[in-house]
């Protein structure tokens, strides 16, 4: 059974890195489909607090990676840090369920779980400077099995965390699992992560943090994140049209999209390893140019969709396009920045950042302009102009630039 497992996942701090990103997204995936019944129903925030802090979150969870990755490899090593960020999710998550009330609230989500959700980008750097010397082929492998972890959560906790609080009165309970889940990361990382003196001292560039925000936005590292935020928008258009088109124009039932989420997510595990195992025949570039293909071709299709059976049947090219657009680009990201891994796994941060954001206003305009399956067009429209724009700097990297 031992040889079922690649020797790359053999590395202690690959194998810890793993579990500790799964208690990550456990936190994410037991809070995030409840995080607005919390906050507007029972807590009693507007819609427009409510989504205004949810942007200010993502901004200040953008900024937070940047600047905790470039001090990370500035001092070396990502133990310490990650400890640091964990404590903040347990008292973040902690706190909303010991004091429920609008300043806890805002106050969590505004200050401690932005900080928290930096441990991602930071767990990722880990992992890259443990691959350091390993084959391309390998470390797309590790990236592919860790990125599936958290697909994993994502799967078993948040029909668990429904099941448990089914005749609950209140969802708070959640933030209790979650922050149970950040103890259990904490003491992962504290008790099981080998220890790092002067792990990466090769890396340690001391940039200031002035410096280290001008290197992501520079226009190489610049240019390349909007291509692949536009290719990713795609992901956060299908979460927005999925249910409305379900229930709308393929004349399905709520509990369809519960099973259909459901499926997808499982086919996504499945085949985030296949990417890994493709990248050993392939680049990270053209894995990722067929991927995004198969995700365009879903989205059209998703947009013609008009009975329950059409959406199904779409669920295998979903999860085969879906996996390659949530674990390829962890791995080009960081090769951008590949000299400071702490400063190149944030480039993952400010990708969902951007990704969202372009999301919402292809939202937007397709419900504008169309309806919610014309929404889907012009989000497959969207994921092609990345993809162009893509092709077109990687030819460019060839001459020079």
């Known amino acids: 059974m031992t040889r079922l497992l690649p020797d790359v996942f053999r590395d202690p701090t690959i194998r810890v890195s793993m579990l500790a990103i799964f208690a990550f997204g456990f936190a994410g995936a037991a809070t995030s489909p409840y995080q607005s019944v919390v906050g507007i129903r029972e807590l009693g925030l507007s819609n427009g607090l409510y989504s205004t802090l949810i942007f200010c979150a993502a901004a200040v969870n953008v900024v937070v990676s940047i600047l905790l990755g470039n ?4 001092l070396g090593q990502y133990k310490m840090m990650m400890l640091t960020v964990a404590t903040f999710g347990v008292l973040g998550y902690g706190a909303v369920y010991i004091v429920p009330a609008q300043a806890t609230f805002v106050l969590s989500a505004l200050f401690f779980l932005p900080i928290y ?8 750097a880990n992992v890259r400077v443990a691959t350091r010397g390993m084959e391309r082929n390998d470390i797309a492998t590790v990236n592919s099995g860790v990125r599936a972890m958290i697909s994993l959560s994502w799967v078993l906790v ?3 965390t429904g099941a448990l609080l089914a005749n609950s009165a209140s969802m708070l309970p959640a933030y209790l ?3 149970l889940a950040c103890v259990a990361c904490f003491g992962l990382i504290a008790i099981f992560l080998p220890r790092q003196d002067g792990i990466d001292k090769a890396a340690a560039h001391h940039l200031s943090y002035l410096a280290a925000l001008g290197e992501v936005i520079s226009p190489p590292v610049f240019l ?13 258009v299908n979460g927005a049209i999925l249910p409305l088109i379900v ?5 399905g039932t709520v509990a369809d999209i519960g099973i259909l989420v459901g499926i997808v997510a499982l086919l996504e595990i499945i085949f985030i390893v296949v990417w890994g195992r493709a990248q050993r025949i392939m680049s990270h570039v053209v894995a990722l140019a067929i991927g995004t ?4 071709i879903y989205l059209v299709l998703l947009g013609l969709a008009s009975a329950p059976w059409h959406v199904y049947a779409l669920t295998l090219i979903s999860g085969i396009g879906a996996a390659a657009l949530i674990s390829i680009p962890i791995t080009y990201l960081q090769d951008l920045i590949a000299e400071r891994p702490g400063l190149g796994s944030a480039l993952i941060s400010v990708n969902i950042f951007l990704s969202a954001g372009l999301s919402a206003l292809l939202f937007a305009i397709g419900t504008a302009v169309s309806n919610y399956s014309g929404t889907a067009l012009i989000g497959a429209a969207a994921g092609l102009l990345g993809l162009a724009l893509l092709l077109f700097f990687e030819r460019a990297k060839l001459h020079g630039w």
């Open 293 to 296: 293909v198969i995700y365009i």
């Open 177 to 179: 699992f979650a922050g």
């Open 158 to 160: 948040p029909g668990i």
């Open 117 to 124: 959700g930096s441990l991602n980008s930071l767990l990722f």
């Open 247 to 251: 229930t709308g124009a393929a004349h």
């Open 71 to 74: 001090l990370a490899d500035r």
């Open 224 to 236: 390349r994140l909007i291509a692949v935020a536009l290719i990713s928008s795609t992901l956060h």
